[in-house]
Structure formats: structure tokens, C-alpha cells
């Protein structure tokens, strides 16, 4: 299976996946209405990220995006991801 997560526009987590929850350690429940950038993505890749999430917002989606996930210990976890528009 795939980690599946996905926010609604303000940004925040409206799809949490049972991957994305072993992936990370954060439960569906813990993730929930949580803003994805601030909160999971590590500090030094927010700004790019948001761009990626903001383009796919608009419709333009991008293909194998490497992102730096923050797991619930503090971990880093490192996804190659696709970010695109619910449709």
C-alpha cells in the first residue's frame, strides 16, 4: 500500500492513510485538521513545499517530489510524492 494524505485548502490534513499512519507514527486522529506543513514537513523544506502544494491547488500538479516527512519521534522519513488535485 501507499501512503495516501491529502489537506483542504487552508492546508490542513483531511486524508490520512493506515500507510501514511506507520510511515509517521501519527495516528488518522492525530493528523487530522493539523496544518501538513507546519506540522510534519521539517523546517528547511516548508517554503518549497508550500509552492508544490499551492501549484496543485491551482491545478498543476507536480510528479516525484521528494518530501522530508517528521515522524511522531522526531524521525525523518523521506517520500517520493505526487502532488495533485482531488478531482
Not at 14 to 40: C, H, M, R
Amino acid at each position: 500500500n501507499a501512503p495516501i494524505f491529502g489537506i483542504d485548502v487552508d492546508g490542513n490534513v483531511n486524508e490520512w492513510n493506515d500507510k501514511t499512519a506507520e510511515i509517521t507514527g501519527f495516528t488518522k486522529e492525530e493528523a487530522f485538521d493539523k496544518p501538513l506543513i507546519s506540522t510534519f514537513i521539517v523546517p528547511s523544506l516548508r517554503r518549497s513545499v508550500q509552492e508544490v502544494l499551492d501549484n496543485a491547488l491551482r491545478g498543476k500538479g507536480t510528479s516525484n517530489y521528494e518530501l522530508e516527512f517528521r515522524t511522531k519521534t522526531n524521525e525523518v522519513r523521506y517520500l517520493l510524492v505526487n502532488a495533485t488535485t482531488r478531482r
